[in-house]
């Protein structure tokens, strides 16, 4: 399966509702290309946010404006599964046609966020409007079962969430704090999504990934799903250090009022009707170092698959799977590619750290766009 | 993994360490050359039975006989040996030959040996006589590698080992230093060992308890998967883990460590790992950890499934011998396991868990069964179960 994204792209510094608004129209134009078309990707829903007169960015006319959201059906997914794409810089995620909504269990707050939804008869969940015409709205709650049964991530969203009843919750992808460049890069297959951030030009990535998990041998979920969202607070977000680019603890993790340093799910393997449940990553700290990464010995990019469960009490616990679209590296500079160009390697700075091996379009440089609408393949 | 066979429940209680061991060594014999191992691809091309002529029996097979035999249908056929060694030190008609570095391992050496080797063009490495008829001999050494590389474990055998030259090695596949009873409350006190060996056609395993307790000593050979990257590369995906030790629980400290060196016996466990991309190099040590992130108690059993199932998990192997290092892959045949006692088994029955004594709660492994019947189930068969 062919992988598509828009790479390198660079938004505005020093403004919350510039680097937001780029961020979310980079993204909405490349799910509006011949690329997204190619995957199967198509668009249910729109709205052009607040003060929004059409799909452009804040300098243009029309443009879009907070709270704007576009929903996205991924066809071709193995359960097909719809996407919400949303900002807002107005401390407020419920602004004009977008409430319900709220962004890791908050609404005062600025961001770029995702949802996803799915359900297990591939039908789809969206309760809202579909007339893509920009002055969409949203249904109450905003994912719905029909007569199947759904799986909405985050996991607030899900069975037992604090948002559970509108179903309105979706997750950070980054935190740009105090604005200053950002770099981003974002993915897509046919049965997954990446949004890759450095939130401060610094070398320090924030992850948002979305898609299918090679179940555990002996399992045949009927969603074999995960969402993950990386820490995005270091320093107004991106990964620091030697830790991995997901590391292991819970997604949700709950740290405080009504934070998630983490944030995510993964759909319940055997019971549908429990649907999202608290995920947890994995990674092989035993074969981090020189000797093991990259290897000497043969001069070859190592690759490892990234293992992944649930985590949510004594009765819900355990190893799903694993993911094989992204995995993680060690050792490799972060931005470097593979001599093809086709892999990149994003993390943070540290050197002897993981990175998370990315698919690349085998011709850009990574980390020398200078653009707002990055390169798209 | 293609369709495992195997020997289990290999129960001998003649009181007698010496006739204990030589009663595995000849159901080993036995069911190598029966029509289950025949379905795995495996054939005898050398033997010496010291005494019972080209045959194994129980009775007449003498001291320092050995076996030789090739895993034909294996994706890069190997060729092992198994030498049965009853008292003093290793002999004639079985020389060279040493057990862990030494030619009285255990120092009782009632012990039976094994040692692996491939050559890279797929041919023949037995530098012994084959004629199969009870009085073979080995050559010096005991591998060539007849003008192509030659992979042989375990790692002392190799470049640059300690017994390169005759590679005359050989790790323990079971061995016994005491002759305690078995303490089963229900067949207490019964003398003896328990032994089973396990293969497919690309992999073997050795899951012996010489005292008859829960604990074990394990020995693995087989291929692994390689890593991602390197599938084009690594054309001999192929390691021994070996414990060595007569009778371990299967601790961390068996877990993450080094398997094999280039001094036989120098530390506590043997084995090696063929050289993951340069088969010229030959055979080095390896690196054994498990992918261990969901084994413990707070996600063991698997709770997202239903039943309630404990995982099993690859075992991460990695060259490990400086200036050689790399990740190479895992295991499939041999997995790990958290929580299960010892002797439990999956629901299905095959896969059963061997590892540490007495205990749940602790890091096990895992190996193919023969969905009829549970490990413990015997209490006294020499001749054991073969499927």
């Known amino acids: 399966m062919a992988t598509h994204g828009v790479i390198d792209a660079k938004t505005w510094p020093a403004d919350t509702t510039k680097t937001l608004n780029e961020r979310y129209v980079t993204i909405v134009d490349f799910l509006l290309s011949a690329h997204a078309a190619s995957l199967g990707i198509s668009q249910v829903a729109s709205y ?27 066809n071709n997914a193995t359960v097909p599964f719809y996407m919400l794409v949303s900002y807002n810089a107005v401390g407020n995620t419920q602004v004009g046609n977008s409430n319900p909504c709220a962004q890791d269990d908050r609404t005062a707050v600025n961001g770029l966020y995702f949802a996803f939804a799915q359900r297990v008869d591939g039908t789809n969940p969206w309760n809202g409007s579909t007339n893509v015409n920009g002055l969409d709205t949203k249904g109450t709650p905003v994912w719905t079962p029909g007569g199947s049964n759904l799986y909405a991530w985050p996991r607030t969203n899900s069975v037992g969430g604090s948002r559970s009843t509108n179903v ?12 200053v460049w950002t770099r981003f890069h974002f993915f897509c297959d046919e049965n997954h999504v990446l949004l890759a951030s450095d939130e401060q030009l610094d070398g320090g990535y924030a992850f948002t990934f979305f898609g299918k998990y090679t179940p555990r041998n002996g399992t045949t979920p009927a969603c074999p799903y995960i969402a993950l969202r990386s820490n995005t607070s270091y320093g107004g977000g991106g990964q620091q250090g030697e830790n991995p680019p997901f590391p292991t603890t819970t997604y949700p993790h709950f740290s405080g009022y009504s934070v998630y340093d983490y944030n995510g799910g993964i759909a319940h393997p055997s019971d549908p009707t429990k649907g999202v449940l608290t995920a947890q990553p994995d990674y092989m700290p035993n074969l981090a170092g020189a000797q093991f990464f990259p290897t000497p010995a043969t001069g070859q990019v190592l690759e490892l698959p990234i293992p992944v469960g649930m985590s949510e009490g004594s009765s819900n616990a355990g190893y799903c799977g694993y993911i094989d679209w992204i995995r993680y590296s060690w050792g490799m500079a972060n931005q470097s590619m593979t001599s093809d160009k086709l892999k990149a390697f994003l993390g943070s700075m540290t050197l002897q750290a993981w990175k998370l091996s990315v698919p690349w379009d085998g011709v850009t440089s990574c980390g020398t766009g200078q653009t707002r609408e990055g390169t798209q393949f | 993994m293609t369709t495992p066979h195997g020997i289990i429940e290999v129960v001998p209680s003649d009181p007698t360490n010496s006739y204990r061991t030589r009663e595995m060594f000849v159901s080993l014999q036995m069911f190598l050359t029966s029509s289950y191992a025949v379905a795995a691809g495996i054939t005898r091309i050398a033997c010496q039975s010291n005494g019972a002529g080209g045959g194994f029996d129980y009775v007449n097979t003498g001291n320092n006989a ?12 190997f060729y092992v040996m198994f030498h ?7 002999g004639t008609p079985g020389l060279p030959a040493l057990i862990d570095g030494v030619s009285n391992v255990f120092g009782t050496c009632e012990a039976i040996g094994v040692s692996v080797a491939m050559r890279s ?46 590679a005359e090695n050989m790790v323990s596949l079971f061995g016994i ?67 060595k030790q007569y009778s371990v629980n299967f601790d961390p400290s068996v877990i993450y460590t080094t398997y094999g060196s280039t001094v036989a016996g120098s530390i506590p466990f043997e084995g090696g790992i063929a050289h993951t ?7 080095k040590s390896v690196y054994l950890c498990a992918q261990d992130g969901f084994l413990n108690a707070g996600h063991q059993p698997n709770t997202t499934m239903s039943p309630a199932t404990y995982d099993e998990m690859p075992f991460w192997l990695a060259m490990n011998e400086g200036p050689n290092w790399s990740i190479a892959g895992t295991t499939d045949f041999f997995r790990a396991v958290f929580g299960p006692f010892a002797w439990d088994t999956t629901y299905a029955l095959d896969r059963a868990v061997f590892g540490t004594y007495n205990a749940t709660g602790r890091q096990m492994y895992t190996v193919p069964w023969n969905a009829a019947v549970a490990p413990g189930t015997s209490w006294s068969s020499r001749s054991g179960t073969m499927f």
């Open chain 1, 48 to 74: 052009y946010g607040s003060t929004g007169t059409g799909h452009g960015y804040w300098d243009q006319s029309p443009h879009v404006s907070d709270g704007a959201f576009t929903v996205w059906a991924f």
């Open chain 1, 168 to 179: 309105e919750d979706a997750m950070g992808t980054g935190d740009p704090g105090t604005p």
């Open chain 2, 66 to 77: 050995f076996a030789v035999y090739e895993w034909t249908a294996a994706t890069k056929p």
């Open chain 2, 84 to 90: 049965l060694s009853m008292s003093g030190t290793l």
């Open chain 2, 121 to 166: 063009d797929g041919g023949n490495p037995w530098n012994g006589t084959t004629f199969d008829n009870g009085y073979d001999t080995k050559g010096t050494p005991v591998w060539t590698s007849g003008g192509s590389d030659l992979l042989v474990w375990p790692r002392s055998n190799a470049a640059g080992g300690n017994t390169a030259t005759n």
């Open chain 2, 177 to 243: 230093v005491n002759n305690a009873p078995i303490t089963d409350p229900v067949h207490n006190p019964v003398l003896g060992s328990r032994f089973h060996f396990l293969c497919d056609q690309e992999n073997f395993a050795s899951v012996s308890s010489p005292d008859g307790d829960y604990r074990n000593h394990h020995v693995f050979f087989g291929r692994y998967n390689p890593v991602h990257g390197t599938e084009a590369t690594n054309l001999f995906p192929y390691a021994m883990i070996a414990s």
């Open chain 2, 277 to 283: 991309s340069d088969p010229s190099q030959g055979v």
